[in-house]
């Protein structure tokens, strides 16, 4: 079971950057600048850290890598320290991959190192039926309270029907759901079988970097048995989210008041959303179908100083042509975005 600390956190609604892997020029782990990651996030008001994710690389878990533990436990430590002048717990993820076997053992991994939840991806089940699906979904449940994952396919997962996410939402330990298939009729496939689950202890957080701004906006309602049930999203899990995090807080801050205020939409939070998504365009590599991802968000956190280089432990990953001239624009057309006086002004104390 779940802290209910943790879960009342997860429920409210937070920014949970997806943690990348700080790297030497011999893409070698960079201790140091991993901690001053973590550490940039926290001070940025995050909520949690996700680790272990695709933005972390999956490589890690290749055995002559072995980085795996290593990087759970510097986020781990650098999250334990943070708590210490916080008045809250923070929401300690990280992902679990692979077949049954593999993901079931990367579960206990995580238990071991004092992780609250797994975020389930089933990008390696892409040949699996739903009931086998469902079968794994349990199996790793028994180990660790999971957050789903709808990840889109075009970097992996698999388009999952409503039909699964409304058995999935039967596992009693599935405490969250990741939605990020970019697709708007998959994501109401969640959101719909979420309210009709009757399970409103299950937190919906965003994953889709082009809509974060209107999925944290929106309110999803629907009509079933003669009555009204609403949902919403209430916070994101994303790699974008893992560059100008402290803007990032601020946003969510705002959508959060204007919800809870039941305040109408301005158009310059509709304008926000464009801009928003014209940015994760240029750091996600959407020109080359998502290829320089992990490379452009290392190249914002290399201009902010954050990072040494964009090296990845693929050495084929890197920059897409052109993609720096597309950073190069969005840095120039959105100023009021970037959070670099912020990095600049506390970056020596988090690389010390």
Request: aromatic share 10%; with cysteine.
């Given at each position: 079971m779940?802290?209910p600390?943790?879960q009342r956190?997860?429920?409210?609604g937070v920014?949970?950057?997806a943690h990348?892997l700080?790297?030497?020029?011999?893409?070698?782990?960079?201790?140091?600048?991993q901690?001053?990651?973590s550490?940039?996030?926290?001070?940025s008001?995050?909520?949690?850290?996700a680790v272990?994710v695709?933005t972390?690389?999956?490589?890690i878990?290749d055995?002559?890598v072995g980085?795996f533990r290593p990087v759970l436990q510097?986020?781990?430590e650098?999250?334990?320290?943070a708590?210490?002048t916080?008045?809250?717990?923070l929401?300690?993820?990280?992902g679990?991959?692979?077949?049954t076997?593999?993901?079931v053992?990367?579960?206990g991994?995580?238990?071991?190192?004092?992780?609250?939840?797994g975020?389930?991806s089933?990008?390696?089940?892409?040949?699996?039926?739903?009931k086998?699906?469902?079968a794994?979904?349990?199996?790793?449940?028994?180990?660790?309270?999971?957050?789903?994952?709808y990840?889109q396919?075009?970097?992996?997962?698999?388009?999952?029907?409503?039909r699964?996410?409304?058995?999935f939402?039967e596992?009693?330990a599935v405490?969250?759901?990741k939605i990020a298939?970019?697709?708007?009729?998959?994501t109401?496939d969640v959101?719909?079988?979420?309210?009709?689950?009757g399970?409103e202890d299950?937190a919906?957080?965003?994953?889709?970097?082009?809509?974060?701004?209107l999925?944290?906006?929106t309110?999803?309602r629907?009509?079933l048995?003669?009555r009204?049930?609403?949902?919403?999203i209430?916070?994101?899990l994303?790699?974008h989210?893992?560059?100008?995090?402290?803007r990032?807080?601020e946003?969510?801050?705002?959508?959060?008041?204007?919800?809870?205020t039941?305040?109408?939409?301005?158009?310059?939070?509709?304008c926000?959303?464009v801009?928003?998504t014209?940015c994760n365009?240029a750091?996600?590599?959407t020109?080359?179908?998502?290829?320089?991802c992990?490379?452009g968000i290392?190249e914002?956190?290399?201009?902010?100083?954050?990072?040494e280089g964009?090296?990845?432990l693929?050495p084929?990953e890197?920059?897409?042509?052109?993609q720096k001239e597309e950073i190069d624009?969005?840095?120039a057309a959105?100023?009021?975005l970037?959070?670099?006086a912020f990095v600049?002004?506390?970056r020596e104390q988090?690389?010390?």
């Open positions: 779940i802290d600390k943790i956190v997860l429920q409210r920014v949970i950057p990348p700080a790297l030497n020029s011999q893409r070698r782990l960079d201790e140091r600048r901690r001053a990651l550490r940039y996030y926290l001070a008001g995050a909520g949690g850290l272990g695709h972390t690389q999956f490589e878990r055995p002559a980085l510097l986020a781990a650098e999250m334990a320290r708590e210490r916080r008045g809250e717990p929401i300690r993820i990280a679990v991959c692979g077949r076997p593999q993901a053992a990367e579960a991994i995580l238990r071991e190192e004092g992780y609250a939840l975020l389930l089933l990008g390696a089940m892409c040949d699996a039926e739903e086998e699906l469902l794994h979904c349990r199996a790793v449940a028994e180990v660790i309270p999971l957050m789903g994952f990840l396919p075009a970097v992996g997962g698999r388009v999952l029907p409503y699964f996410w409304r058995q939402l596992i009693e405490v969250g759901i298939p970019f697709n708007r009729y998959q109401l959101i719909r079988a979420a309210a009709e689950s399970r299950v919906l957080y965003t994953g889709n970097d082009d809509s974060i701004v999925d944290l906006l309110p999803f629907f009509y048995g003669g009204t049930v609403q949902r919403r209430v916070g994101g994303l790699g989210w893992a560059v100008w995090t402290h990032a807080v946003l969510l801050e705002e959508c959060r008041r204007l919800v809870d039941d305040a109408d939409v301005p158009p310059e939070m509709l926000r959303s801009e928003v014209d365009a750091f996600f590599d020109a080359h179908n998502f290829a320089g992990i490379a290392h914002v956190l290399r201009r902010q100083g954050l990072l964009t090296w990845c693929n084929r890197d920059l897409s042509p052109g624009r969005v840095y959105y100023p009021h970037n959070d670099d600049a002004e506390h988090w690389l010390q």
